[in-house]
């Protein structure tokens, strides 16, 4: 008699981030895990309960409180006037409208910029009154005294490089790391995070070739965003991914739905029945 070859797995498919099926908290460990088995993963920004909870069903496993929530969710121009309190209580609507997804909260500017011990004041908030596990921070070598003081009071740090939303005023919207030796640099500095003890590295807007080459050069997983197919995981603003966000958006963006449309359709039907009078109708009505 021959044994028949059971059907060929993915080694690990179980513990997958996207797919998997575990339901407990997904932490930094499981981030780690995925590197080593040269697994590909998404993220969403997320900025309220509702949505992330639609997000969380969908298997997302990490979930970014951005503060993209100032120019996507708060109005503002830029991320720049965004407040650790406003960070705060949108963090904590995520984490409380999620059940599996890790939630990294962002440091907004001004809430870190000041030194190691600002960054710890500003992410100790960030995980005792939101409960995220982690925080994100912007920069290499300039945010390396914040990156070591946060992992050595045990509180995960994703790091954030290339293109840095908060420095948008000394650094512009543009292509970061092009040139040897920009792109040197860039390279430093995802060392200098790594070896800081992040968890992680964002790459925004580099060349594909670059973020390649960092991440090949790290064992922590590098995050892409404009940053070409070959990082490790790939995250997208969730209101430029689902096509809320009016206006222009950057040309790294991928539109998977067309929710503007969708919501302005939905709400313009509501107004012709109010003013119709078709709405409500008697299954609407009590009596
Ligand atoms: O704030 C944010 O949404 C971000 C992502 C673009 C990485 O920093």
Known sequence: MTLQAAPKQPADSGKALYGGKG????????????????????MLTAYDAMTASVFDEAG??????????????????????????EVLILSAAVVRGTRRALVVGDLPFGSYQEGPVQALRSATRLVKEAGVGAVKLEG??????????????GIPVMSHLGLTPQSVNTMGYRVQGRGDEAAHRLLRDAKAAQDAGAFAVVLELVPAELAAEVTRSLHIPTIGIGAGPDTDAQVLVWTDMAGLTGGKVPRFTKQY?????????????????????????????FH
């Open 23 to 42: 339901t407990r908290r997904i932490t930094v460990h499981d981030i780690a895990a995925a590197k080593e088995r040269g697994e590909k993963w998404p």
């Open 140 to 153: 290499g070598e300039r945010s390396l005294p914040q990156t070591e003081m946060l992992v050595q009071a």
């Open 257 to 285: 739905a067309d929710l503007r449309r969708t919501l302005g359709d939905a709400a313009r039907a509501f107004a012709d029945d109010v003013v119709g009078g078709t709405f409500p109708q008697e299954e609407h009505t």
């Open 60 to 85: 997302i496993p990490v979930m970014l409180v951005g503060d993209s929530m100032g120019n996507c969710h708060l109005g503002y121009e830029s991320t720049v006037p965004v407040t650790l309190d």
